[in-house]
């Protein structure tokens, strides 16, 4: 039974109430392989109190608490040994931002333009996952496809760049790529291998804009339409 506490008291950790107890689970000694503890509410205590944080503890004993006698296992400690079966810390957190404004210097409506506003033409600068192989490229349709399925010919504006995003963000995810728990998950599978066929998470847009076309239609009536998600802002 391996067994995960959290610390309250570092110098007597088994002195009662020097520990509490956050998950256990019952694991085969034959077999091998990754096991995921879930540590929320002490990650929470240590975010309210950092003073709380004196680290976890993990203990391995035999079915109904017994001790293991000798020991079947050995925990890798050494900095330089067993470098792919270090421990590992996952956080999924919430920046705050949803629904939040964008800064839109430079174009009509004001300093802020919510993110369902419509653009003119095109967004100015991108923005990419920084320090990866991901990259924000403009695309210039005149034949414009709708999402009905219909391709017509577009009389304003007669071009426009839709932007796209290409390439694929290295393990681990940091912040600044604004990734999504899914995109977070698929990056540690595939770092860790721990499913086969899982590739790494690929670059797409994370802000999408909508935009004003005018087109003809099948009878060659002049239609104006908005259309939403149509324009990648930035890439994440």
Not at 68 to 80: E, I, K
Not at 102 to 129: D, N, Q, R, T, V
Not at 164 to 172: A, E, L, Q
Request: hydrophobic share 35%.
């Amino acid at each position: 039974q391996v067994s995960v506490y959290q610390v309250l008291e570092k110098s007597e950790p088994d002195a009662p109430g020097g520990k509490k107890l956050l998950a256990a689970r019952l694991v085969s000694l034959q077999g091998s392989g990754w096991e995921v503890f879930a540590i929320t509410q002490a990650v929470r205590d240590w975010t309210e109190d950092e003073s709380s944080n004196q680290g976890l503890l993990v203990t391995v004993q035999g079915l109904g608490g017994s001790p293991l006698d000798p020991p079947p296992l050995q925990f890798a400690t050494s900095r330089d040994h067993h470098e792919s079966k270090k421990p590992m810390l996952v956080l999924f957190t919430d920046d705050g931002r949803r629904g939040a404004s964008l800064p839109m210097a430079g174009f009509p409506g004001g300093s802020h333009m919510p993110w369902h506003g419509s653009l003119g033409a095109a967004i100015s600068s991108p923005a990419g996952c920084w320090g990866a192989p991901c990259t924000w490229a403009p695309s210039n349709p005149k034949l414009f496809v709708r999402p009905e399925g219909e391709a017509v010919f577009l009389v304003y504006p007669r071009g426009y760049n839709a932007y796209h995003c290409k390439g694929s963000c290295p393990f681990p995810l940091g912040e600044n790529m604004r990734p999504t728990n899914h995109a977070t998950v698929q990056s540690i599978i595939n770092a860790l291998k721990l499913s086969e066929g899982v590739s790494s998470p690929c670059c797409v847009p994370d802000k999408l804009y909508s935009i004003n076309l005018l087109y003809f239609d099948d009878d060659e009536n002049v239609v104006l339409k908005q259309y939403d998600d149509m324009v990648a802002g930035s890439c994440g």
